[in-house]
């Protein structure tokens, strides 16, 4: 039996009083309401109503039920409401922004994941900065952001969902190419290669070097991370890449950072409801984290 009928029959017979007219509001045959009133009340144990005639009237145990089966006849409406929702898909465009590294691999597996199962969804996209990113959200100009390091603002909401490793990036026949793992104070009196300020990458490398307690010399300031590995190549000095997005440049050895990583997450403005699809997007992204 349909449970969302069994609570439709029961608050009918409730407020009716009589189990022809609320038949007829139930669109149910009275000896069908007369069956179920019977099972009903012999599952719960007690009467539910007493018998005036023809007229049924909740006694207190019947009262209790009907608080509860109207509570709950909401919450299934509610659910129905919300299965409905999550099986149409999602339509209208989300404004993502995120980092210039993270367009290679994880953004477009992302979203083709995404239009996989909502193909009328469209993206509006945005490379950039993790600062100029950042400040997009905070505008309303981007919906969402992917973004490493986390955000330092209460007003954005933020999901992890990637760990990067992190490395030094130095030449092949640097001191430390052989090293299986390196802590960055080791290289205190190294010239570094760095992104410039804004970049998510500069603010953890400055990060890092104030944990390390060193200052650390910087030869160039770059807005790739690939320009870092390549001028490390030529010998120019030494950089701090995350593992995955480092580009392989030739005559470069990555050492990893021992115990570092990057947080990647997706943000997004608390106080401004997100539209239809970039919620929908939202919730695809947290959804597809599997816990550990």
């Not at 009903?40 to 005036?52: A, N, Q, S, T």
């Not at 997005?245 to 106080?271: F, H, K, N, Y």
């Amino acid at each position: 039996m349909n449970v969302h009928h069994e609570l439709d029959w029961f608050i009918a017979i409730a407020e009716a009083e009589n189990l022809t007219a609320a038949g007829e509001q139930a669109r149910v045959s009275q000896p069908t309401l007369s069956r179920f009133v019977a099972r009903l009340e012999r599952d719960v144990g007690v009467p539910l109503f007493d018998r005036h005639g023809r007229r049924l009237v909740l006694n207190r145990f019947g009262q209790v039920y009907l608080e509860r089966a109207r509570r709950a006849r909401v919450q299934l409406d509610a659910a129905r409401r919300e299965i409905d929702e999550m099986r149409r898909p999602a339509r209208g465009v989300v404004r993502l922004a995120f980092l210039h590294s993270f367009g290679v691999t994880l953004v477009p597996d992302l979203i083709r994941r995404f239009r996989d199962e909502n193909p009328q969804a469209r993206f509006t996209l945005t490379q950039d900065a993790a600062a100029t990113v950042v400040d997009q959200v905070i505008r309303g100009d981007a919906d969402l952001a992917i973004v490493s390091p986390r955000p330092m603002r209460t007003d954005l909401a933020w999901f992890a969902i990637a760990e990067q490793k992190l490395a030094l990036v130095v030449p092949s026949d640097h001191r430390f190419a052989d090293r299986t793992t390196i802590g960055l104070a080791e290289a205190a009196d190294e010239e570094f290669i760095v992104m410039e300020r804004g970049f998510g990458m500069r603010r953890i490398f400055d990060e890092l070097c104030a944990a390390a307690d060193i200052a650390p010399t910087i030869a160039f300031s770059s807005a790739e991370l690939a320009t870092i590995t390549g001028l490390v190549g030529a010998g120019l000095g030494i950089g701090v890449v995350p593992v995955d997005d480092a580009d392989r440049s030739p005559g470069v050895v990555l050492v990893p950072l021992t115990g570092e990583s990057r947080e990647i997450g997706l943000t997004w403005s608390r106080p401004r409801p997100l539209p239809d699809a970039a919620e929908r997007f939202r919730d695809f992204v947290i959804g597809s984290i599997s816990p550990d």
